[in-house]
């Protein structure tokens, strides 16, 4: 069955089929080549050295340190009204209306269920972007329980019993921080235009509402306005922020904003960094450079690499995944831009073939549209 839709897709791809592949290779070409010339040495004595006084930086001392005040997180918006699972049922209303028009529409012949429903639910599981083998397997577990599904609400039901327990099996996130010394550092990575920067940003809000204090360090001094971007976060957010001049070292800005944090007492600190690079530098070997000079300056940090991944680039974000896992060693996952796709199905598919943590996911625009996975309610959502 899966070889007859893969047949029919490569011989007629429809238009959003062939912008997601396009988009997948834009976000491929971010992805670092094999091999790096020559990686810098890790920072140290006078590579840490301040930036002269004419440069446009903010370093970690206490006059050059941008602040905003604490008090301010009590100054940011409340959370959107509707609530936690309609604002989730909101954001994943494309994928909720191709999965469950369709499961209606397979029941129209009033046959029950047959081989032709069983194949035409396969080919919908892989276009929701489940993935096959997970697809496969969803159906093989209908096909054992068809003589008690009698309509398309018992259909639905029998899916999302066995998508709970597929995601059940993926490792949780560990929610409790309280072991890790303040401050708890966090190393962000993604490729470009997966929405890292505002990813952070609403990371750093959510934890200013709970009265933290955050320390933003702009690590990819690389990306043209990179650092403007998450100065107007950080001010919205009520965080500080670490930055340097355009095209320094990023590994000096993660020293620099380590020390800050030590400093000022912070109990986060998050670490933006580059998708990309416009040097012959590999963009994994600077990840790992920033890594060891995090880890030389306060022992036992990063403690949290959180890989940014977009889902409406389907497959390809596994890619992504793996690739950055290897390099990195991944400690968890944030799935952004779901309410922009009618393929959430891969947040199964990530669960499934990944085994790492899926701590947030994107449903909106908003500051609470990031919200902590919830496998139980993001499959009620769907259906």
């Not at 930036?51 to 959107?80: F, G, H, I, K, N």
């Not at 933003?216 to 690389?222: E, G, L, V």
């Amino acid at each position: 069955m899966a070889l007859k839709w893969f047949q029919r897709k490569r011989k007629d791809p429809g238009p959003g089929e062939e912008a997601d592949r396009n988009e997948g290779a834009a976000e491929g070409a971010d992805l670092p080549q094999p091999a790096a010339d020559d990686p810098p040495s890790d920072p140290g004595g006078d590579a840490l050295a301040r930036p002269s006084a004419t440069a446009s930086v903010a370093a970690p001392d206490a006059d050059t340190l941008e602040q905003v005040p604490r008090d301010t997180a009590a100054d940011l918006p409340a959370p959107a009204s509707g609530g936690f699972f309609n604002r989730l049922k909101r954001g994943l209303a494309k994928t909720r209306e191709i999965l469950t028009t369709d499961i209606e529409d397979l029941f129209q012949s009033g046959e029950g269920v047959t081989d032709e429903m069983l194949e035409e639910l396969e080919e919908l599981l892989i276009t929701a972007d489940l993935g096959v083998q997970t697809s496969l397997d969803l159906v093989a577990s209908i096909t054992k329980r068809a003589h008690k599904i009698d309509g398309p609400r018992a259909l639905k039901e029998t899916i999302r019993d066995e998508l709970v327990a597929l995601l059940a099996q993926a490792p949780e996130a560990p929610t409790d921080t309280t072991a890790v010394a303040a401050p708890r550092v966090v190393m962000v990575v993604g490729v470009n235009g997966v929405g890292k920067t505002t990813t952070i940003g609403k990371i750093a809000a959510k934890a200013t509402r709970k009265g933290e204090r955050v320390i933003i360090a702009a690590a990819d001094t690389f990306r043209a306005a990179a650092a403007e971007q998450l100065n107007i976060w950080s001010e919205r957010a009520g965080a500080q922020i670490v930055r340097h001049k355009d095209n320094a070292d990023p590994a000096a800005v993660a020293f620099d904003a380590v020390e800050a944090a030590i400093a000022r007492k912070a109990d986060l600190l998050l670490i933006d960094t580059a998708g990309r690079l416009h040097t012959k530098v590999n963009l994994m070997e600077e990840l790992k450079k920033i890594h060891r000079t995090v880890a030389k300056r306060m022992p036992g940090a990063p403690h949290e690499v959180l890989l940014i991944l977009d889902a409406t680039t389907g497959q390809n974000a596994l890619s992504q995944a793996k690739l950055f896992n290897e390099a990195m060693g991944v400690t968890g996952l944030a799935l952004t831009k779901l309410d922009g796709t009618a393929k959430g199905g891969i947040v199964v598919s990530i669960c499934g073939e990944l085994q790492l943590p899926l701590k947030y996911i994107g449903v909106g625009e908003g500051i609470d549209d990031l919200q902590t996975f919830d496998p139980q309610a993001f499959v009620k959502a769907l259906f």
